[in-house]
């Protein structure tokens, strides 16, 4: 598991896609409230141990909604 993980702070994000876009090995998706991809989007971690902690997410979401957070021991 990687040192910090994507905190995304969902109420915030736009979904506008570009964290997913620029994460190397492609572990954030969008997902959508509604069925078929219809609906508000939001980005979502849905591989956390593929994560590699590189923060480029982070640092490319024009609005400031992700933070690097050290992930709780499980
Ligand atoms: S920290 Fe890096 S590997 Fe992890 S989700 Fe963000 S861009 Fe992808
Ligand atoms: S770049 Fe930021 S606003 Fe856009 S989908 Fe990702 S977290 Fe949401």
């Known amino acids: 598991m ?8 969902s109420a915030r994000c736009t979904g506008c896609g570009r964290c997913v876009a620029s994460c190397p090995p492609h572990v954030l ?22 994560c590699t902690g590189c923060a ?3 640092t490319t979401c024009p609005f400031d909604v992700i933070s690097m957070v050290e992930p709780i021991a499980r």
């Open 2 to 9: 990687a040192k910090a993980l994507p905190a995304i702070d």
């Open 56 to 58: 480029i997410c982070a």
């Open 29 to 50: 998706w969008l997902d959508a409230d509604g069925p078929n991809g219809m609906g508000r989007k939001r980005s979502v971690l849905h591989d956390a141990p593929g």
